[in-house]
């Protein structure tokens, strides 16, 4: 599937009026990363660094049971961990900020773009679970 729609979007038959946050979703898919890293607000915040560093990522949605409650952003992480090392000990749920948007994976990239103005990801939701994060990055690189 993911080489049937990059084909596409190489031969210019799909335009951004056609892309989807679920396309997009689908486009970014590699094997090296799982489709959606997380984490729980009773995760130490010094595993949730190290989830970060393993996957290179900046930053991470918080979940509890499927559902979005927080998220971890590394510039912000870092500079309350210099004012309180001790922290790296405390669950996320101490240093987590507001959540990610979550938006419907059939919301058009128009709609993706004006969500990415005022935060750095959104997530997929598939039938009311959260199965993917679109970053400012994914869909600019997704454009044609």
Do not use: C, W
């Not at 997009?24 to 915040?45: E, Y």
């Not at 994976?105 to 997929?124: C, F």
Request: charged share 25%; proline share 4%.
């Amino acid at each position: 599937m993911k080489g049937i729609i990059i084909g596409m979007k190489e031969k210019r038959m799909l335009g951004a009026d056609k892309m989807t946050v679920g396309l997009i979703a689908q486009l970014k898919q590699d094997d090296s990363t799982p489709h959606l890293v997380s984490v729980s607000p009773a995760h130490q915040v010094s595993d949730a660094l190290q989830m970060m560093n393993t996957y290179g990522l900046s930053q991470l949605p918080v979940l509890e049971e499927g559902k979005s409650v927080g998220s971890l952003r590394e510039g912000k992480l870092m500079a309350k961990l210099l004012m309180n090392r001790d922290l790296m000990q405390s669950s996320v749920s101490e240093v987590m900020d507001k959540g990610f948007p979550v938006v419907n994976e059939d919301i058009g990239i128009e709609t993706a773009v004006r969500y990415l103005k005022t935060s750095p990801a959104l997530l997929v939701e598939e039938y009311s679970r959260i199965v993917g994060i679109l970053t400012r990055h994914d869909v600019l690189n997704a454009q044609p």
